[in-house]
């Protein structure tokens, strides 16, 4: 059974309301739908994570911690990095990847319930 929607009368002020609202908060809501978009894969939120613990990590870190290979793990950084969620910083030989401060508004909030849920496990 198909639902319609039928309306007697259109709040155009509530409306128009709405559409300067959307448009105003628009390059947030991009934003965070990016990060979502880019932690929503289980392999970049753990990578995420551990840089919010240990602040820098390099490549062959990351690909000892979570036991993939270097060329997988660089794929994943890179997507991150292209999305703005990670920043890296070469030192000799070693490149090493860190949160962007910029989007911590954004992503620490889905890193935070990872250890409020890791609380409650631990308590429970």
Same mark, same amino acid.
Do not use: W
């Given at each position: ?5 039928i309306r007697v009368f259109a709040d155009v002020a509530q409306i ?26 289980? $392999?970049?939120?753990?990578?995420? /994570?551990? #840089?919010? *613990? ?9 690909? @000892?911690? %979570? ?23 070469? $030192?000799?030989?070693?490149?090493? /990847?860190? #949160?962007? *401060?910029e989007n911590l508004n954004v992503i620490n909030p889905i890193l @935070?319930? %990872? ?10």
């Amino acid at each position: 059974m198909t639902k319609s929607c039928i309306r007697v009368f259109a709040d155009v002020a509530q409306i128009k309301q709405c559409k300067t609202e959307i448009d105003r908060v628009a390059p947030t809501i991009a934003s965070i739908a990016r990060a979502l978009s880019l932690s929503g894969n289980e $392999v970049r939120l753990k990578i995420l /994570y551990l #840089l919010s *613990k240990e602040s820098q990590l390099c490549p062959c870190d990351l690909s @000892d911690i %979570l036991g993939m290979t270097v060329p997988a793990i660089s794929q994943h950084l890179k997507k991150l990095r292209e999305g703005g969620l990670v920043v890296s910083e070469k $030192v000799g030989q070693t490149v090493f /990847y860190s #949160l962007h *401060k910029e989007n911590l508004n954004v992503i620490n909030p889905i890193l @935070d319930s %990872l250890v409020i849920t890791e609380q409650k496990s631990t308590v429970s």
